[in-house]
């Protein structure tokens, strides 16, 4: 299985990283991508996939930092991006919820990502929350006739997204969330999607899934999201980490052994 969104360059894994790395492997992840969340986690997402052969990196400023996102910047990004493990350009997007950055700022350094995207032949991983409208009216600006791939990462069950995502053709995260007891909106949708747009996730060190919330999420925490899901969708485990896995290399143009075990 591939962790499809994981951020071990957080100092929450300084640590230990090299354990959590072999329990994740023990655990059947076999590959990770690494996004970015500002200049700076950005380049230590690169120097990880450099150190290590099943990382990939994705570099990008999340809407928390776009206040950061000036030309050099975007110049940085656009020089580490041309690294042969740098998968995707991420996490980018919109969060209306913290609004830590404003709204205009974040509107802006979304816009010049995607740009930056579309220009590079990258695919982008999104994040969004409580913007839902806005990151749907972007992309779709974005896509016009085409685009160079998208991922919705931590989708939690909101139908506009769906909808969009199954008439683009862009891709769903699913992770720790649709474990969750209270969970109501996922489990109803996450059956009606179509398999072949579904990654698994898990967005360590946040979001762990049931039974480990309130504690430090890890990639080997994958497995507890993947059996939830093949749950959903009344697959066989084995079946559905294959089919997921399939879509990740898709979705970030890994080589088509990536992630096998
Ligand atoms: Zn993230």
Known sequence: MIDSHCHLDFPQFDADRDEVLARSEAAGVTALVNPGADLESSRRAVALAERHATIYAAVGVHPHDAATLDGPALAELRQLAAHPKVVAIGEIGLDYYRDLSPRDRQRAAFDAQLA??????????????????????????????????????????????????????????????????????????????????????????????????????????????????????????????????????????????TGST
Not at 120 to 147: F, S, T
Not at 156 to 173: H, I, K, N, R
């Open 116 to 257: 930056l995207a579309a220009e590079l032949n990258l695919p982008v991983i999104v994040h969004q929350r409580e913007a839902a409208a806005d990151v749907l009216a972007a992309l779709r600006a974005w896509a016009g006739g085409g685009h160079s791939g998208c991922v919705l990462h931590a989708f939690a069950g909101e139908e506009a997204m769906a909808d969009e995502a199954v008439a683009q053709g862009f891709y769903l995260g699913l992770g720790g969330p649709l474990t969750y007891r209270n969970a109501r909106r996922l489990p109803e949708i996450v059956p009606q999607l179509p398999l072949e747009r579904l990654l698994l996730e898990t967005d360590a060190p946040y979001l762990p899934p049931h039974p480990y919330r309130g504690q430090r999420n890890e990639p080997a925490y994958l497995a507890l999201v993947a059996h939830r899901l093949a749950e959903l969708r009344a697959l066989p485990l084995e079946t559905l980490a294959n089919q997921v896995t399939e879509n990740t290399r898709r979705a970030f143009r890994l080589k088509p052994d």
